[in-house]
């Protein structure tokens, strides 16, 4: 099985910078996309932002200029750094992975328990 842990988040006020990490433990024969979504109180889970195997990534237009992500791939690990947050970037954030465990299986996704970013003055 593969686990993933969140760890970063926390309480920041309006224009400060939180970074959050995630980290891939078990059994990992390669990960491929990494993610990174949010859930806002009464809101639907959303993607913020996606790094490929190939090195791009994608953003929604809400993170752009403002949020990156990057991969440790020696690690299993991913990241968001987050910079100018704002009021309405308080959710909970959740990393996903796309992960097989042999060179045989087919990837599936994995989900991290989340973990709470709160912007507030």
């Known amino acids: 099985q593969v686990q993933l842990e969140e760890s970063g988040g926390g309480l920041m006020q309006p224009g400060g910078s939180l970074r959050l990490s995630c980290a891939a433990s078990?059994?990992?024969?390669?990960?491929?996309?990494m993610y990174w979504y949010r859930q806002a109180p009464g809101k639907e889970r959303e993607l913020v932002a996606e790094s490929t195997t190939d090195g791009t990534t994608n953003y929604e237009e809400f993170a752009k200029g403002r949020f990156t992500i990057s991969r440790d791939n020696a690690k299993n690990t991913v990241y968001l750094q987050m910079n100018r947050l704002e009021p309405e970037d308080t959710a909970v954030y959740y990393c996903?992975?796309?992960?097989?465990?042999?060179?045989?299986?087919?990837?599936?996704?994995?989900w991290g328990r989340g973990t709470q970013v709160t912007v507030s003055a």
């Open positions: 996903r992975v796309d992960v097989s465990q042999t060179p045989y299986s087919d990837a599936y996704i994995v």
């Open positions: 078990g059994k990992i024969y390669k990960i491929y996309t």
